[in-house]
Every structure is written in structure tokens, then in C-alpha cells.
């Protein structure tokens, strides 16, 4: 099914690449390599014509991966102080956020929450609960996205530190459910952000899903 928020060609060329990326780590057949490596050609042509990029530009940013075609996971923390939440702002778009990010491997997916925090905020934290596991394509983002994304929200606490910016953020500070600051929608939505307030407020929740 075609997320509601995607172009055609998106959700068509997104699917085309994946099945020539796992179909290039699995075939053996020569000649099945070739119909495999096209496809991915005529996903890059489909996106470049659909969004005005370069094929050979796209196509490279496709070469970067291999193996089985599997989403992408994003992780956001909500940390919440005198019922207001964390957030940073962004230096690439000027906007506000959740702290979080892709997950690292090597580290579980609360580590990596733990570890976004620290970096893009300052503050220490430790995770209580994971409230969400969404699916960006289905979550009201900006649809232009070439990869599929799952993102896990968690409920979080303030355990030490102090406000400090970093190399990817230039603000830090904790804003009430009713007056959030422009947002970063790629990275967060307000929906999602309404959500971790309700988590927050009622912990015997369920993890919410797609």
C-alpha cells in the first residue's frame, strides 16, 4: 500500500530499489546480476525525474548500500522536567526536535537513545519506557525520503548534566505540550511529541505501533 503522504513515483521507486539491492546480495545468476543492477537504474531515473536530481548522483547515494534492503531505525528520546520536554535545535534547518538519531551498531537501540541525548543536549538520561515504534513513511513526515524508516520513541528521565549545544544542535531547552517551537518535521512531528506527553503522563501505557 502507498503511504498517504507519498508521491506514486516515491513509494514505486523506493520498492524497486530494495528489491535490486536484496537482489543483488542473493543472485548468483550473471544474468540475473545485470536485470538487478538495471533496476536499480531505472529507480534512480524514476527518482531524479520525480525530484529533478541527477540519476548518476542518486544512483551513487544507491550504491552505498548493500546487502538485504531492511529499514533504516531512528531513535527519540522524550525527557521531560516540570511537565516540559527536551528539545534541541537543529543547526541544518534552524528548528526544533526531539534529541535523537540514527541508531549506531554495537549498541542497543536504548543505549543509542541514552547516547543522543548526552550529545546533542547535555544532559544525562536514562530510558523508562519505549512508547512508539513508528513508521516514518506513515507518520505525517515529509514524504521525499529514499529510505524506508522505522522510529522508536522513548519515555526518558533527566539523570544529570546541564544544557550544552553541540556540533549538530545550537539551542537547548524544554518547552510545555501547548507551545512548541517551530519543528523539525523530518524528525519529528507534533503528533508524535502530543503522544510522549500522554506516555509521560500515563506510564502504564502500551507501546504504540504501525
Known sequence: MTPP???LWLSIARELR??????????????DRLRYVRLRELAASMVAQGCGGERDQILGIFDQDA?????????RGAAFVDGRVLMVREISDGKWTLPGGWADIHQSAAECVVREIAEESGFEAKTLK????????????PPRNLDSIYKLFFICEITGGSACASDETSEVAFFARDALPPLSLGRTTAAQIDRMFHHAAHPQLATEFD
Open 67 to 75: 546487502g538485504y534492503a531492511t529499514p533504516k531505525v531512528d531513535v
Open 18 to 31: 530494495a528489491i535490486a539491492q536484496t537482489g543483488l546480495t542473493f543472485t548468483r545468476d550473471r544474468f
Open 130 to 141: 519505549l512508547a512508539a515504534v513508528r513508521d516514518y513513511q506513515k507518520s505525517a513526515h
Open 5 to 7: 503522504d507519498d508521491p
